[in-house]
């Protein structure tokens, strides 16, 4: 069975850092390109990186360039997302899923896993 677990959300103020880890189960996440994904209250799903298979090529959407960085460590099976100078309006829950595409749209496929839960706030 394919689980994709979330970890490392949190509040933190603006300006601060956090570090989520996706780590699944069932499959090897070294076979597949994954993406970040995440959702605030009344809004769309957004988009937010992605690093390929086959050469850790990656993607960030305008939003969170030059702050957030995708890596993986195959040997542990996870997928991290550094995220560095958090604004307000990175508050969300993230997502992280196997994708088709490394750039938008992503098309996402299989197993979500429950998010994790980032707020930034003073």
């Known amino acids: 069975q394919v689980q994709l677990v979330e970890s490392g959300g949190g509040l933190v103020q603006p300006g601060g850092a956090l570090r989520l880890s996706c780590e699944a189960s069932g499959i090897r996440l070294s076979y597949y390109g994954i993406g970040w994904f995440r959702q605030a209250p009344g809004k769309e799903r957004e988009e937010v990186s992605c690093?390929?298979?086959?050469?850790?090529?990656?993607y960030y959407a305008d939003s969170v360039k030059g702050r957030f960085t995708i890596s993986r460590d195959n040997a542990k099976n996870t997928v991290y997302l550094q995220m560095n100078s958090l604004k307000p309006e990175d508050t969300a829950v993230y997502y992280c899923?196997?994708?088709?595409?490394?750039?938008?749209?992503?098309?996402?496929?299989?197993?979500w896993g429950q998010g994790t839960q980032v707020t930034v706030s003073s």
């Open positions: 899923a196997r994708v088709r595409n490394i750039i938008p749209p992503m098309n996402p496929f299989g197993a």
């Open positions: 690093i390929s298979s086959s050469d850790d090529s990656t």
